[in-house]
Each structure stands twice: as structure tokens, then as C-alpha cells.
């Protein structure tokens, strides 16, 4: 070998043993378990495989045999790998039936059910519910709320499963009251809440039509029954009334005269929670009272009665309303003293039964038409009655003259043989003015001043002023016999003498045929004397 340059050198070796490891087992697990920290010793290698890190996580690795490497290296650098081999259990599957767990109130609980499969089997079960803990397969839930069920096998493994138990409300159902139903109406659909549901009852069809003119009037149990989506059920029972017709009965307090107050009186033979009455009359009369006062006319009035809604037949009642009677009341005077005074009434009204009421001085009363037994001058009044209808009062005057004076004379006295001259006179004027004298042998006469008389002896005269008669006046005629006397006296004597003649004593007068008037005459002269 040319060039070849060969050195040498020696250098000791030292084969250091292998770091001596431990790793402890662990395991099973269940996949439900929390991470596992690994350790070895000694410690500080680095660990690999089926892990993270220095932890074991069975959840991440699942059920299954997994390795994990532990690898030491000491201070000499020699390396030691170990492994573990680390089992997880599979976990057991829980079901829940019936998932949604769902019941009505009415219901009170549903039963839920726990099913185990997988894992080891032998299972066993604990719930968690909102009402408490239990064990067992099976649940009465009662209220809303997740339920827990947990399951464990025979490994220990645990799974668990939720369902949410939810509790529905019934439904709130009701029925809209319609009231009493009038027996007239022909046709009613009753209506509830909410909508879709089905009545049922006696009178009514599943869709709530109800015919009251074809029901006998009573009370009748409707129920109405809803069912909602979650198949919870609501029913409501009330009672449906159907009423009769009522009947109205109106009156009124006629017959009346003009002027009355009217009263409409108002009945009905049906009774309610509420009863209203409507009147309605002449002139667009309308009233909601019961016993209305303030009418005004005669005529025929309606009244409808109404019972809880209800309405009777339109029933009537006429007002009978009597005009006034007009009274008219006379006297046939004036009158004179003594005379009878004749009251006289009339009405123009006409009826069955008609009265009079008469009033005067002195407290007179008289219910006849046609008195006749007043007896005082004044006022008298006159009420006259038709039917109980009464008239204003209508008023006489009746008057008293004053009786005419009368006066009578006579130019007397007189001679017999003489016209007797009698004389009625009055000072009481008056449109008709009669005289009657009466007198002696039944003498009578109706002039005023008559001369044919004959008697002597007392007259009397009355004289009549418009139907008076003057107090009586009396005049006495005197009627002297015709004296007698008798001449005395030379009834001759001779030329150139005298007689003296002597009618005598005792006369008043004397009235001599040559026109003297001396008792005595001196006759100087043959003459014929008387």
C-alpha cells in the first residue's frame, strides 16, 4: 500500500443498561369517564399514542382497546419505550319512550319508560325529575320539565337520556250566553270559544242551531265540548233558558173627561231579570214607563211588553176622553115678592146619565133640572154631570123688583046721583102698567081712572108693573044723600012789599034760583022760587 499512513488510537466504551420503566396499569373505563392522567416512573419521559399529552381521555377515545408509549431516556442517553394497553368499555344506549312526552292537565301524569341496550347489559336505572329522584324503568310525570333518566350496566357504565315532559292546560272553553230565548224565535245558533268544537244537548244540533218555536219553554243543560291540537280537551255545561212570550196587558183610567190625567197602566203575566215596558200613542205619543201619567190625548195606545229580551204580541187599549158638558143656566124673573122662581138648566151635551147640581143663597141646593123652590134673589150656579163629566158652572142672576107703589083716590065726596070719579095712579115705571080696582057689591074694574062706580064704600086698587102687584091702596067714596030743605017765608005779600024766605039752617051752601047764595032771600018781586 503506497502512501499509506496508518495511526492508531484506542478509546474505552461503556454500555450503560437501559433505563428500567414502570407504567401502572389503568383502566377499563367508560366512555362517560373523566380524563385519566397518565403516569410512569420514572417520570419525565414523553408519553404517545392514544393520548394527549400525559392524559388519557376515554370520551375522546371511545369504547376499544388503545395503547398508549411511555418513552424514557436517562442521563446516559439510553432510551426505554413501554406501552400500556388501556380498555373502554362501550356505554350502554337508553332510550325514552314516548319522546315528546306530552299529557293534558286533566290527565294528571303521563307514564315514560326507560329502554337499555348496548353495554354490558344488567341495567339499571335512576331518574331526575323535576318532582324528585326514582329509580326503575318506568315514571309517573306528573308536571312540565326535563326528565332524566340514567343507565348503568353491569360494567358501571352510565348513559343518560333526556325528554322533556310537557304538561298541556285544557283548554278554556266557554259558552257565549245568549240570554233567555224567546220562545218566537224560529231560529238560534249558539256560538262558544274557542271555535270548532261540538255542542250536544236536547235541543241543539252538534253545531250549536237551536229552533225555540219548536222547544217547550224551560231549561235546557248545553254542553259544548273543543279539542285542541295537543288533544287536550275543554267541555263547559250551561243552562239555555227559552221563556214563553210574554203577554201584555195594558189598561187605562177612562173613560175620562177633558182635562183628566190620564194614567196607562201596564201588566204582563211573565216575570224576568228584566222587564221593560214601551208605550205608544196618538201624535207620536211614546213612554218606557210601566204606568205612564203623562198622556194628553184620547185615541187607541199600544203597549209591548219585553222579559229578558223577549217581546210579547203588540196589545192595545183605548182612552176614552169626554168633551166638557156645557151648562146653561136661566130664571124665567125678575120676580116680584112672593112670586115662585123657576130655575131652568140645559146642557147640550148628550149621555146616559146626566145630572144637575144647582147652588144658590142661603145654602140651596137642588140636584133637579128645573127647581122651583128658591126663594132668596142672587147668584145661581149650575154644575151639569154627563157621564161624570161636569161642566164649569154656569150662573143665573135672579132679581127681585121692587114692588110698584099704587095709589087711589076719588073725587068725591058726592051727591047721590052723582058720577063717582075714582083715580089709580103709580110712581113705578115699567113697560106694561095694569090697574084692577075692586069695590063695593062686587064692583070690579081694570081702568085706571073708571067712572062707572055706583056705590058708595071703600075701593081698592092694584096696581100690576111688569108682572108686580103694588101693596093694596084703598079709597073711601062718600056719596050724601041730596038735602031737603024746606022755605019758609010769607009766601005772599003785597005790591011794594017784601018776603023773606029762610032755606034754613044747617046746609053748607045755598044756591037760590036768582043765583044768591045766603040762606035768606028777600023777594021784592012776584017770582017762582025753589
Known amino acids: 500500500m503506497e502512501d499509506t499512513c496508518v495511526g492508531t488510537d484506542e478509546m474505552e466504551l461503556t ?279 203623562n198622556a194628553t190625548e184620547g185615541g187607541t195606545y199600544t203597549l209591548q211588553v219585553t222579559i229578558d229580551g223577549c217581546p210579547s204580541e203588540i196589545a192595545v187599549t183605548t182612552v176614552t176622553v169626554h168633551d166638557l158638558p156645557e151648562a146653561f143656566a136661566s130664571n124665567n124673573g125678575p120676580y116680584c115678592t112672593g112670586q115662585t122662581i123657576q130655575l131652568l138648566g140645559t146642557t147640550n151635551a148628550t149621555g146616559t146619565n146626566i145630572t144637575y147640581a144647582w147652588s144658590g143663597p142661603g145654602g140651596f141646593t137642588s140636584d133637579i133640572q128645573n127647581p122651583t123652590n128658591a126663594t132668596l134673589p142672587g147668584t145661581y150656579s149650575l154644575i151639569v154631570s154627563v157621564d161624570a163629566c161636569s161642566s164649569e158652572p154656569a150662573v143665573t142672576e135672579v132679581i127681585f123688583n121692587t114692588p110698584p107703589n099704587g095709589a087711589a083716590s076719588n073725587t068725591g065726596p058726592y051727591c047721590a046721583g052723582e058720577t063717582i070719579q075714582l083715580n089709580g095712579n103709580t110712581s113705578t115705571a115699567g113697560t106694561v102698567i095694569s090697574y084692577s080696582w075692586n069695590g063695593p057689591n062686587g064692583y070690579t074694574s081694570s081702568a085706571q081712572n073708571p067712572t062707572d062706580a055706583t056705590t058708595a064704600g071703600l075701593y081698592t086698587l092694584v096696581v100690576t108693573v111688569d108682572g108686580c102687584n103694588s101693596p093694596a091702596s084703598n079709597t073711601a067714596v062718600i056719596v050724601n044723600s041730596l038735602p031737603l030743605p024746606i022755605i019758609a017765608g010769607q009766601p005772599s005779600f003785597c005790591t011794594g012789599f017784601s018776603s023773606l024766605l029762610d032755606a034754613g039752617a044747617g046746609y053748607t051752601s045755598y044756591a037760590w034760583s036768582d043765583a044768591s047764595m045766603n040762606q035768606t032771600l028777600e023777594v021784592f018781586l012776584r017770582v017762582h022760587t025753589t
Not at 100 to 123: K, M, R
Not at 150 to 177: H, L, Q
Not at 267 to 273: F, K, P, S, V
Open 15 to 293: 454500555v450503560n443498561p437501559l433505563p428500567a420503566v414502570n407504567i401502572p396499569q389503568i383502566g377499563p373505563f367508560c366512555p362517560s369517564d373523566p380524563p385519566q392522567t397518565l403516569t410512569a416512573m420514572p417520570g419525565g419521559g414523553t408519553w404517545s399514542g392514544d393520548n394527549t399529552g400525559n392524559t388519557f381521555n376515554p370520551m375522546i377515545n371511545g369504547p376499544g382497546i388503545h395503547t398508549v408509549i411511555y418513552t424514557y431516556s436517562d442521563f446516559n442517553g439510553c432510551t426505554t419505550v413501554e406501552s400500556m394497553d388501556i380498555e373502554v368499555h362501550d356505554s350502554p344506549d337508553v332510550m325514552i319512550d314516548p319522546d315528546p312526552a306530552e299529557f293534558c292537565d286533566s290527565e294528571g301524569a303521563i307514564l315514560i319508560t326507560a329502554t337499555g341496550s348496548g353495554g354490558a347489559g344488567g341495567y339499571t336505572y335512576n331518574w331526575n325529575t323535576p318532582t324528585g329522584m326514582d329509580d326503575g324503568n318506568t315514571y309517573n310525570a306528573t308536571i312540565s320539565g326535563p326528565h332524566t333518566v340514567t343507565v348503568t350496566d353491569a360494567n358501571g357504565c352510565r348513559n343518560t337520556s333526556v325528554v322533556i315532559v310537557t304538561a298541556y292546560e285544557n283548554p278554556d272553553v266557554y259558552i257565549f250566553d245568549p240570554g233567555p230565548l224567546c220562545q218566537s224565535t224560529e231560529f238560534f245558533t249558539l256560538t262558544a270559544a274557542p271555535p270548532g268544537g261540538n255542542f250536544d244537548g236536547a235541543i241543539t244540533s252538534p253545531d250549536g242551531d237551536i229552533n225555540p218555536n219548536l222547544e217547550i219553554p224551560g231549561v235546557y243543560p248545553i254542553t259544548y265540548t273543543y279539542t285542541d291540537n295537543h288533544n287536550c280537551e275543554g267541555s263547559i255545561t250551561e243552562n239555555i233558558t227559552i221563556i214563553p212570550v210574554p203577554e201584555s196587558i195594558p189598561d187605562n183610567n177612562g173613560p175620562l173627561c177633558a182635562g183628566q190625567q190620564i194614567i196607562l197602566t201596564g201588566e204582563t203575566n211573565g216575570t224576568g231579570a228584566t222587564v221593560a215596558y214601551h208605550w205608544e200613542g196618538p201624535n207620536n205619543y211614546s213612554s218606557d214607563l210601566q204606568n205612564p201619567t
